[in-house]
T-cell receptor, first 111, second 115 residues
């Protein structure tokens, strides 16, 4: 399983764009990258998933460089309700497609 | 779409009681379900992986006789904490996915408190 490294915490202000970068140096060829958001006392919520280049949906964008050793989750114009823990995960058949959570990034959005 | 329902949301019971937690995929068939536990201020820890119709695969250090997992159908998995003790108090979360390359979708968790 590819190990992931993220910043422990980040602070931002409402209306700003937030970029959270995750390192996964030993990602395997068939692994893909998934990001989740978790609020206190709730289960994680799927945000976005990608394999390479750029993926965008209605809530976020995911940027993956050519070497795939890192990925960046971009949250446009955050609001107070985006305060949460964000997890980057690498999933693939080498890990039996299990989803192993790292420590995550605690994002705090201020008014 | 992709809704996972977990029940109950909270359980408080006496030491020695067995507690069953249900996890249902409401609008998709879940070939695989996962069970996690999470302590305050910590990340999720994978306990076991269950595939429909087969025995669960437990992570190292998780007692399979303590945490019984049944995945009898493509929409239901249950976790039974047998003879629960205070140290079993935790937040238990299930997830489900429809295929190996599909994202997991999580339930809202069960807060288990053993007195």
């Amino acid at each position: 399983l590819a190990k992931t490294t993220q910043p422990i915490s980040m602070d931002s202000y409402e209306g700003q764009e937030v970029n959270i970068t995750c390192s996964h140096n030993n990602i395997a060829t068939n692994d893909y990258i998934t990001w989740y958001q978790q609020f206190p006392s709730q289960g994680p919520r799927f945000i976005i998933q990608g394999y390479k280049t750029k993926v965008t949906n209605e809530v976020a964008s995911l940027f993956i460089p050519a070497d795939r050793k890192s990925s960046t989750l971009s949250l446009p114009r955050v609001s107070l309700s985006d305060t949460a823990v964000y997890y980057c995960l690498v999933v693939g058949n080498t890990g039996g497609f299990k989803t192993i959570f790292g420590a995550g990034t605690r994002l705090f959005v201020k008014a | 779409g992709a809704v996972v329902s977990q029940h109950p949301s909270r359980v408080i019971c006496k030491s020695g009681t067995s507690v069953k937690i249900e996890c249902r995929s409401l609008d998709f068939q879940a070939t695989t379900m996962f069970w996690y536990r999470q302590f305050p201020k910590q990340s999720l820890m994978l306990m076991a992986t269950s595939n429909e119709g087969s025995k669960a695969t437990y992570e190292q250090g998780v007692e399979k006789d303590k945490f019984l997992i049944n995945h009898a159908s493509l929409t239901l998995s249950t976790l039974t904490v047998t003879s629960a003790h205070p140290e079993d108090s935790s937040f238990y979360i299930c997830s489900a996915r429809s295929g190996p390359n599909q994202p997991q979708h999580f339930g809202d968790g069960t807060r288990l408190s053993i007195l």
